[in-house]
């Protein structure tokens, strides 16, 4: 069975208030889609971002198919926003346990949420933004993708072996997270690289596909990945190939090597 993994988005705390939480009114239309039926269909969303933690959308009632909601009597507490209640969503033969729940004594930072529904971004069918799926979780509106052609001299090393060397990569910057050098597949030495079945999701990416690298006598799982089919805006990266930096042995820019950046990859 393929191994769906997360690929944990590391999220910018601009603009989050000292409390750790900021409210937004998105402009997005967003809908939840569970057993068949979209369950929650709103163009009045609020997009609680709250610091360590990715983004949570929160529906007003009148937006939610309550019908399809059934309170459990479970209660619980979310830190920083108050005393929390649940409900289980059932539509026909589907049924996803406290799947919801909603902020019934808010703090006082969190009052705007009062009596508005989250879901459980997993225990769903599938999410949209306007007309498309989203995965992972909310696209954070602080988060920017940049994805340039360079001429950089780039080499990777894993092991003592150079797997990918290019004067043609894709750098992709993304907010929070480093530079990520992208490679022609020309570039790669593909004979060291096998194919895994590991697949992880990413917002503002697509679903990405990976590759161990066997140099020496060792392996390297998952150390290198790439994206069959990215999401249009960053289409620039299609099928190229990354290297976590964090895990091989060296990476060189223009002749120089790189510090390791440390990320939860390390």
Same mark, same amino acid.
């Given at each position: 069975?393929?191994? @769906?993994?997360?690929?944990?988005?590391?999220?910018?705390?601009?603009?989050?208030?000292?409390?750790?939480?900021?409210?937004?009114?998105?402009?997005?239309?967003?809908?939840?889609?569970?057993?068949?039926?979209?369950?929650?269909?709103?163009?009045?969303?609020?997009?609680?971002?709250?610091?360590?933690?990715?983004?949570?959308?929160?529906?007003?009632?009148?937006?939610?198919?309550?019908?399809?909601?059934?309170?459990?009597?479970?209660?619980?507490?979310?830190?920083?926003?108050?005393?929390?209640?649940?409900?289980?969503?059932?539509?026909?033969?589907?049924?996803?346990?406290?799947?919801?729940?909603?902020?019934?004594?808010?703090?006082?930072?969190?009052?705007?949420?009062?009596?508005?529904?989250?879901?459980?971004?997993?225990?769903?069918?599938?999410?949209?933004?306007?007309?498309?799926?989203?995965?992972?979780?909310?696209?954070?509106?602080?988060?920017?993708?940049? @994805?340039?052609?360079?001429?950089?001299?780039?080499?990777?090393?894993?092991?003592?072996?150079?797997?990918?060397?290019?004067?043609?990569?894709?750098?992709?910057?993304?907010?929070?997270?480093?530079?990520?050098?992208?490679?022609?597949?020309?570039?790669?030495?593909?004979?060291?690289?096998?194919?895994?079945?590991?697949?992880?999701?990413?917002?503002?990416?697509?679903?990405?596909?990976?590759?161990?690298?066997?140099?020496?006598?060792?392996?390297?799982?998952?150390?290198?990945?790439?994206?069959?089919?990215?999401?249009?805006?960053?289409?620039?990266?299609?099928?190229?190939?990354?290297?976590?930096?964090?895990?091989?042995?060296?990476?060189? @820019?223009?002749?120089?090597?790189?510090?390791?950046?440390?990320?939860?990859?390390?």
């Amino acid at each position: 069975m393929t191994q @769906v993994i997360e690929a944990l988005e590391k999220e910018t705390d601009a603009s989050i208030s000292d409390h750790g939480i900021e409210m937004l009114l998105t402009p997005k239309w967003v809908r939840v889609y569970f057993g068949g039926e979209f369950i929650a269909d709103s163009k009045h969303v609020i997009l609680l971002r709250q610091k360590g933690r990715p983004p949570v959308y929160y529906f007003p009632k009148e937006d939610v198919r309550m019908d399809f909601l059934k309170e459990t009597g479970r209660k619980g507490k979310f830190e920083g926003l108050g005393k929390s209640s649940f409900w289980t969503v059932k539509v026909g033969d589907n049924v996803a346990e406290n799947a919801a729940w909603s902020i019934s004594e808010p703090t006082p930072e969190a009052a705007d949420i009062e009596g508005y529904i989250a879901f459980k971004w997993r225990e769903i069918d599938a999410w949209f933004e306007e007309d498309e799926e989203v995965y992972v979780h909310p696209r954070d509106p602080y988060t920017r993708i940049d @994805v340039i052609q360079s001429s950089r001299h780039v080499r990777v090393v894993i092991a003592g072996e150079t797997v990918a060397e290019t004067s043609r990569p894709v750098l992709l910057f993304e907010t929070g997270l480093p530079t990520r050098y992208y490679i022609p597949k020309v570039d790669v030495r593909l004979d060291l690289l096998q194919p895994s079945d590991t697949h992880s999701e990413c917002p503002y990416k697509g679903v990405a596909s990976y590759y161990s690298v066997k140099a020496g006598d060792k392996v390297a799982k998952d150390i290198a990945w790439y994206y069959p089919f990215p999401h249009a805006e960053v289409a620039k990266i299609q099928n190229l190939i990354a290297f976590y930096d964090e895990k091989v042995e060296a990476v060189y @820019v223009d002749g120089e090597e790189q510090e390791k950046p440390k990320t939860h990859w390390s």
